[in-house]
C-alpha cells in the first residue's frame, strides 16, 4: 500500500498535478485497485496527451517477490486494458532492467513478455572508441584492446570506467589493476551479480563450472540461457559458452575458488 502511494504521488508530481490520492484510494478495493483507479479516473483522464511512463532499474523490486509479484501484475494488467478501453492507450510503459526475472511468477500477468523487447547489445570497439572521444578521452590502440578484453563491451561498465577517468583523472592503468577488487569502481556491480548468482544455486554452481576451464563450456539450455540473459557469459554455438568478459571471470573465480 505505501508503495502505490509513492507511485502514484511521484507520477502525479513529475506530472506537475495537484495530489488527489485521498479522494480516490479506497482501502475497502485495496491498494492495487485503488492505483489502478487513480490512474484510470484521475491522471489518464485529465490530459489529452500521451503519458510515458518510464520505470529504471526494475530489478530492485525483485528483491521483495510479493511486492514485485503484485506491482508487475499490475502493470501487466494495464497493457491488457489498452486493448479494450481507449482510454488506456493514453499511457505507455517502459521497462528497464539488467537481469532477467527468475522469481516465480505467472507467465500470464509479467509485464515483461508484453509490448516489444529490445536487448542492448554490447559495444563494439567502434563504439566504445567513440564514447571515449565523447569524454574527450584517448586511448591507444593497446589500450583499447585491453579494455575490450575486459569488460567484453558491455555499455554499463564501459560508460562507468570513462566516466569515472573523466570525473577522476585516472589512468585507465590503474583501473584494470584494481578492476576485480571489492573496493573498485565495479563493486557495486559485481556484488550485485553474486548476490542474484547467491540466490539461485543451480545458476551459481553452473558459472563455477564455466569458470574452471578456458574452454567453452556446455551447460543445460535453460542454465545457458538465464546465465546469458544475466550478461555473464556469452553463448557460442547450440548451448556452450564462455564468460562474457575477463573482469566477470577474475572476480567471481576470486570469490568462488579463493585464488
Not at 485529465?46 to 525483485?62: K, P, R
Not at 486494458?81 to 527468475?102: F, G
Request: aromatic residues 12%.
Amino acid at each position: 500500500n505505501k508503495l502505490l502511494r509513492w507511485f502514484c504521488a511521484s507520477v502525479t508530481r513529475k506530472l506537475q498535478l495537484e495530489s488527489k490520492l485521498n479522494e480516490y484510494w479506497d482501502e475497502d478495493i485495496g491498494s492495487i485497485e485503488s492505483c489502478t483507479v487513480y490512474f484510470q479516473d484521475y491522471l489518464l483522464s485529465i490530459t489529452d496527451n500521451l503519458i510515458v511512463l518510464a520505470i529504471d532499474e526494475v530489478d530492485y523490486i525483485f528483491q521483495s517477490p510479493e511486492i514485485a509479484n503484485d506491482f508487475l501484475s499490475m502493470l501487466h494488467s494495464w497493457y491488457g486494458e489498452a486493448k479494450e478501453v481507449k482510454l488506456w492507450q493514453k499511457l505507455r510503459i517502459v521497462l528497464v532492467k539488467s537481469t532477467e526475472v527468475y522469481m516465480a511468477m505467472n507467465i500470464n500477468k509479467s509485464p515483461f513478455n508484453m509490448g516489444k523487447a529490445i536487448d542492448l547489445s554490447p559495444f563494439t570497439l567502434e563504439q566504445t572508441q567513440e564514447l571515449a572521444q565523447r569524454y574527450q578521452i584517448e586511448l591507444l590502440p593497446q589500450e583499447q584492446n585491453q579494455l575490450m578484453r575486459l569488460l567484453g563491451g558491455h555499455p554499463y561498465l564501459v560508460n562507468t570506467t570513462f566516466y569515472y577517468i573523466k570525473c577522476h583523472n585516472a589512468s585507465l592503468e590503474s583501473l584494470i589493476k584494481t578492476s576485480a577488487a571489492d573496493t573498485g569502481i565495479y563493486s557495486n556491480h559485481l556484488h550485485q551479480h553474486l548476490q542474484n548468482l547467491q540466490q539461485y544455486p543451480e545458476l551459481k554452481t553452473a558459472f563455477e563450472q564455466v569458470l574452471r576451464t578456458v574452454a567453452p563450456v556446455e551447460l543445460e539450455q535453460v542454465l545457458a540461457f538465464k546465465l546469458k540473459s544475466m550478461g555473464l557469459v556469452v553463448q557460442l554455438e547450440g548451448n556452450l559458452v564462455l564468460p562474457s568478459c575477463d573482469l566477470y571471470r577474475r572476480y567471481f573465480y576470486s570469490v568462488f575458488f579463493g585464488i
